[in-house]
């Protein structure tokens, strides 16, 4: 995780800095052309062009995804084609040498991992202002057909952190707790906000691997679960099968927080993912909560959700008292989405759907193809009555 002030001539301020940020992001061409047009006043010039070859493509040191620049480059050649422009001539350059000297199957299929770079842009008051970044380059992977989905970035884990830097007071000396860490995204934001604790964790075990390896590129200390640090960039990481979770372990790591992006996926897992977030959030209480009883101050929206029962004020009150769950989820099954919802409240479970009663703000205005609005933000604690 870098944290940096964004320069470098046009590129420190929008919509140039977008366009740096979607590119090393990986976002869709068709995107990055969209862009492109913006920073152009509706087409691609040349000064545009300029800046794509010295602030994207000629930084990428033929480390970047090659099938990826490819095909940005063929639509920016396109483009400005199109419009009877002049294509400059390292553009053109660049495109030959890769059409020419790499095979159509390499162009095809590229690397099996990548990485890609996402930056949470902090909201400026002033367009002259340069924003402060936060950018976490990931190890992720392009091949979610063949099951390797723990090591994509899915939209719940972009909402989620969103969340975690729109809220740092939420989660400052906080023992924090992740389920499902996949890539690492969630967790690597996390440590940004000075939590007292961080455990990552994750069923799979080449999932796990992969995020250590997130973990070193965003320069965080990896520690085993016995060792005591109070470095807050210092995660511990734990492999956790949900299925096989064994009670008495999970009651040792005592989180004031549980959180967790895209967990309710499969209908089968969710009897385990309840009890894994039913024996987490029912441990003693936390010395942090015990010491600080501090109130939990989510800033809320003028949009307030008041058809849910045991609604918010309910859910606020309770985290001043005792452990909560934050649950990031797109409901891609309504089925499912219901089935979960059924299997927590027969657990004692109470959750509230608090996406429109925090304040949560766009550190990722160039991510257009993040939908932001298909995520529901849930809050969940136990009820001991």
């Given at each position: 995780?870098?944290?940096?002030?964004?320069?470098?001539?046009?590129?420190?301020?929008?919509?140039?800095?977008?366009?740096?940020?979607?590119?090393?992001?990986?976002?869709?061409?068709?995107?990055?052309?969209?862009?492109?047009?913006?920073?152009?006043?509706?087409?691609?010039?040349?000064?545009?062009?300029?800046?794509?070859?010295?602030?994207?493509?000629?930084?990428?040191?033929?480390?970047?995804?090659?099938?990826?620049?490819?095909?940005?480059?063929?639509?920016?050649?396109?483009?400005?084609?199109?419009?009877?422009?002049?294509?400059?001539?390292?553009?053109?350059?660049?495109?030959?040498?890769?059409?020419?000297?790499?095979?159509?199957?390499?162009?095809?299929?590229?690397?099996?991992?990548i990485i890609r770079e996402i930056s949470f842009?902090?909201?400026?008051?002033?367009?002259?202002?340069?924003?402060?970044?936060?950018?976490?380059?990931?190890?992720?992977?392009?091949?979610?057909?063949?099951?390797?989905?723990?090591?994509?970035?899915?939209?719940?884990?972009?909402?989620?952190?969103?969340?975690?830097?729109?809220?740092?007071?939420?989660?400052?000396?906080?023992?924090?707790?992740?389920?499902?860490?996949?890539?690492?995204?969630?967790?690597?934001?996390?440590?940004?906000?000075?939590?007292?604790?961080?455990?990552?964790?994750?069923?799979?075990?080449?999932?796990?691997?992969?995020?250590?390896?997130?973990?070193?590129?965003?320069?965080?200390?990896?520690?085993?679960?016995?060792?005591?640090?109070?470095?807050?960039?210092?995660?511990?990481?734990?492999?956790?099968?949900?299925?096989?979770?064994?009670?008495?372990?999970?009651?040792?790591?005592?989180?004031?927080?549980?959180?967790?992006?895209?967990?309710?996926?499969?209908?089968?897992?969710?009897?385990?993912?309840?009890?894994?977030?039913?024996?987490?959030?029912?441990?003693?209480?936390?010395?942090?909560?015990?010491?600080?009883?501090?109130?939990?101050?989510?800033?809320?929206?003028?949009?307030?959700?008041?058809?849910?029962?045991?609604?918010?004020?309910?859910?606020?009150?309770?985290?001043?008292?005792?452990?909560?769950?934050?649950?990031?989820?797109?409901?891609?099954?309504?089925?499912?989405?219901?089935?979960?919802?059924?299997?927590?409240?027969?657990?004692?479970?109470?959750?509230?759907?608090?996406?429109?009663?925090?304040?949560?703000?766009?550190?990722?205005?160039?991510?257009?193809?993040?939908?932001?609005?298909?995520?529901?933000?849930l809050g969940i604690y136990h009820s001991f009555?």
């Amino acid at each position: 995780m870098e944290v940096k002030e964004a320069s470098g001539g046009d590129g420190k301020r929008p919509p140039w800095l977008h366009l740096v940020s979607a590119f090393f992001a990986m976002e869709p061409s068709d995107s990055l052309i969209s862009i492109s047009r913006d920073c152009g006043g509706g087409a691609i010039t040349e000064n545009v062009q300029y800046f794509i070859w010295n602030h994207c493509i000629s930084k990428t040191d033929g480390k970047g995804h090659t099938p990826y620049v490819t095909s940005f480059l063929k639509k920016v050649v396109l483009e400005v084609e199109s419009a009877a422009d002049v294509v400059i001539d390292e553009l053109y350059e660049q495109l030959s040498f890769y059409m020419t000297s790499l095979k159509e199957d390499d162009l095809a299929k590229g690397a099996p991992r990548i990485i890609r770079e996402i930056s949470f842009l902090y909201p400026t008051a002033r367009v002259c202002q340069n924003p402060r970044k936060v950018v976490v380059p990931l190890n992720c992977s392009l091949n979610m057909l063949e099951g390797d989905t723990g090591c994509s970035i899915w939209p719940s884990s972009l909402f989620l952190s969103e969340f975690i830097l729109s809220c740092p007071e939420l989660f400052s000396m906080k023992s924090c707790f992740e389920l499902g860490s996949g890539v690492g995204l969630v967790g690597i934001c996390l440590a940004h906000v000075k939590p007292s604790k961080v455990v990552l964790s994750d069923g799979d075990l080449s999932t796990l691997a992969n995020l250590k390896v997130n973990l070193e590129l965003n320069h965080m200390n990896i520690q085993s679960l016995s060792s005591e640090s109070e470095d807050p960039c210092e995660v511990k990481c734990l492999h956790l099968p949900w299925e096989s979770a064994v009670e008495s372990d999970l009651q040792d790591l005592m989180p004031d927080i549980v959180l967790g992006a895209d967990v309710i996926y499969d209908p089968q897992c969710i009897p385990h993912l309840v009890h894994v977030i039913v024996t987490l959030l029912t441990t003693k209480k936390s010395n942090s909560l015990l010491r600080d009883g501090s109130k939990v101050s989510v800033a809320p929206n003028d949009q307030i959700n008041s058809d849910i029962p045991n609604g918010y004020d309910e859910f606020v009150l309770a985290s001043t008292t005792q452990p909560v769950a934050y649950i990031a989820s797109v409901v891609r099954n309504i089925n499912t989405y219901n089935y979960f919802h059924k299997v927590a409240q027969e657990a004692n479970l109470r959750v509230v759907d608090i996406t429109q009663n925090v304040k949560i703000f766009n550190f990722l205005p160039y991510m257009l193809s993040y939908q932001r609005s298909s995520v529901r933000l849930l809050g969940i604690y136990h009820s001991f009555r």
